[in-house]
């Protein structure tokens, strides 16, 4: 590996674990700083989630995940592939948190998907599609048609 190859792969893995801070720490306006403008991010395969730009999308977390007494992420996996000043990540997400309403913890995993490009401030995600491969200990699975589909494990 080229230092640029290493640069680029410590600085997009950062980019990653500042995403999982801010959500966590409910600190939207460092989630903003993770993604371009014009970002388009997607939590649709979620149970409740939904698809459209940054800034809706962080006013949508901040309402929802106020919610939730605990949330952790853990990003993992991360695979990065660098061609010019754009790259493609593929990384494992691990969540276990508290649902209001639900007894003990609750628990999420499937991958990210991002789209980033390299700015005047280093690497942004340009788009964010979350696959939800997993939900354990789901207050909605019985409610949601179509949701079970996608899981693989249901606890």
Known sequence: ??????????????????YARAVDSQDWELWRSVFTEDARIDYSSAPG????PRDQIAEWLRTNVALLPMTQHYITNV????????AAVRAMFYNPMQLPGVEGLSFC??????????????WRSRELREENMWFGN????????????NRRHQQ
């Open 138 to 149: 789901q207050p909605f699975a019985a409610d949601t048609p179509g949701r079970d589909s």
């Open 49 to 52: 989630g939904t698809a459209g």
């Open 1 to 18: 590996m080229s230092v640029r190859q290493i640069s680029d792969q410590l600085e997009i893995t950062a980019l990653l674990n500042t």
């Open 79 to 86: 695979e990065i592939e660098v061609e010019g000043d754009t």
């Open 109 to 122: 995993g499937g991958y990210y998907h991002h789209r980033l490009v390299l700015t005047a401030e280093g």
